[in-house]
């Protein structure tokens, strides 16, 4: 018997749940039944050039090796270990001959949400490789397990049911992350960081679409523009200008896939002052128009015509 050849992954591939769509490096997720997580299992090996995604990406071979070359990285992912890609990280997938493995993939937008993530948002932000025979490792197999498990079941609130798993994986590998800070690093920022930047981040939150300053934010939280700047950043590893655009752009993504609103309403519903400065930061953020985003995924989450493409 011939070895199964790596095959080329093509933009707007067919697979046998759904579809890949890549427009020039950038990869659209499509999602079903209105969730926003998708695993997908295959013993076909594959190669896939690089690209990016929103979507979390987490990788676990039961056979073969799963080669991922990122920016400044490489990885070679043995049958047991764990590889988690962040959002937004350029990457490309090349498997080994035999290979067999999950594909979990998923959009980080409800965990951010959650008043303590912004503490481990540098740890968020690099891959996750576990590669070594740990409890930990034991402990994160098991929570994808029960994921995978839950997802194929396709129970009432099995969305709802598969977060609640990938919750509990990021609070295991987030304590774990946390214990390795220096002791003296945590203390600070529990004690002037944790009470100010949560406050800040609940005001941003809920008035993401008022025009809010970087004055006005500080001034909030009672201290200088610069001193604020400064410990935002530390915190959540974005500045407060990052932060809130990508706030903005997380909404205006929601109402341009389960909504058919004008672009124009999108764009003042989000927290952006003119349809021009939203078409211009969405492009720089999402490499496509509103427009054009809403071409690719409305199709595909909107309820009358999902039946047709899954």
């Given at each position: 018997m011939p070895k199964?050849?790596?095959?080329?992954?093509?933009?707007?591939?067919r697979f046998p749940d759904g579809f890949r769509i890549l427009k020039g490096r950038?990869?659209?997720?499509?999602?079903?039944?209105?969730s926003s997580i998708r695993i997908w299992e295959s013993d076909v090996a594959?190669?896939?050039?690089?690209?990016?995604?929103?979507?979390?990406?987490?990788i676990m071979p039961r056979q073969?090796?799963?080669?991922?070359?990122?920016?400044?990285?490489?990885?070679?992912?043995?049958?047991?270990e764990i590889l988690i890609v962040p959002s937004g990280c350029p990457h490309a997938l090349t498997e080994t001959a035999e290979t067999s493995r999950h594909l979990i993939l998923f959009e980080p937008n409800p965990l951010?949400?959650?008043?303590?993530?912004?503490?481990i948002a540098a740890m968020m932000q690099e891959p996750i490789y576990l590669d070594t025979d740990t409890p930990l490792r034991a402990e994160a197999t098991a929570l994808l397990r029960e994921l995978?498990?839950?997802?194929?079941?396709?129970?009432?609130?099995?969305?709802?049911?598969?977060?609640?798993?990938?919750?509990r994986l990021y609070a295991l590998l987030g304590r774990e992350y946390l214990r390795s800070v220096s002791p003296s690093a945590q203390a600070?920022?529990?004690?002037?960081?944790s009470p100010i930047i949560n406050s800040a981040i609940t005001y941003i939150n809920e008035h993401y679409m008022d025009e809010i300053s970087l004055d006005e934010i500080a001034a909030f939280a009672g201290f200088s523009k610069y001193y604020f700047s400064r410990i935002f950043k530390s915190f959540t590893g974005y500045s407060f200008t990052d932060y809130l655009t990508r706030k903005r752009l997380n909404v205006a993504v929601d109402l341009l896939v389960r909504t058919d609103q004008p672009i124009q309403t999108v764009a003042s519903a989000s927290g952006f002052n003119s349809t021009a400065t939203f078409n211009r930061v969405f492009r720089e953020h999402k490499n496509c128009t509103p427009?054009?985003?809403?071409?690719?995924?409305?199709?595909?989450?909107?309820?009358?015509t999902t039946a047709s493409i899954f």
């Open positions: 199964k050849q790596a095959e080329p992954a093509s933009a707007n591939s950038q990869e659209y997720i499509t999602y079903v039944d209105h594959a190669h896939y050039d690089n690209h990016t995604h929103s979507a979390i990406e987490i073969g090796v799963s080669i991922y070359q990122l920016t400044d990285k490489s990885f070679q992912v043995q049958p047991g951010m949400t959650l008043r303590d993530i912004p503490a995978i498990a839950c997802y194929g079941r396709r129970e009432p609130m099995w969305n709802t049911q598969c977060y609640g798993y990938i919750l600070v920022r529990h004690r002037i960081d427009t054009q985003f809403r071409a690719i995924y409305g199709t595909i989450l909107m309820p009358s």
